[in-house]
């Protein structure tokens, strides 16, 4: 199984980036799938959840309003639109894939940095 993050990268305060999660390996559409992030000095914190078929949309507070997750389960392709970025979201995002108990699996992120 291999999860491949891309998209992150240098933006503006205010500023607009969109990431992509491919999967390979398992049967995409039978996971459920999550963003996380891991902001330097800082736990992994959960930032968004779609469920199998683009249902059950899940995010944090502190990206609600900002931030969009969708899945094309024919291209097995995660992607998280965020918008209005702040200096606050600077982070490596990881795609994380959840199927049945114990079956979780991890992408080795991509880095988004906020700056001015």
């Known amino acids: 199984v291999q999860l491949v993050e891309s998209g992150g990268e240098l933006t503006h305060p205010g500023g607009s980036l969109t990431l992509s999660c491919v999967a390979s390996?398992?049967?995409?559409?039978?996971?459920?799938m999550n963003w996380y992030r891991r902001a330097p000095g800082k736990k992994r914190e959960f930032v968004a959840a779609?469920?199998?078929?683009?249902?059950?949309?899940l995010y944090a507070d502190a990206v609600k309003g900002r931030f969009t997750i969708s899945r094309d389960n024919k291209k097995n392709m995660m992607l998280l639109q965020m918008d209005n970025l702040q200096v606050e979201d600077t982070a490596v995002y990881l795609c994380?894939?959840?199927?049945?108990?114990?079956?979780?699996?991890w992408g080795q992120g991509t880095q988004v940095t906020v700056s001015s």
């Open positions: 390996g398992l049967s995409f559409s039978d996971y459920a």
């Open positions: 994380n894939a959840v199927g049945g108990p114990g079956q979780g699996f």
């Open positions: 779609i469920g199998r078929q683009g249902d059950n949309l």
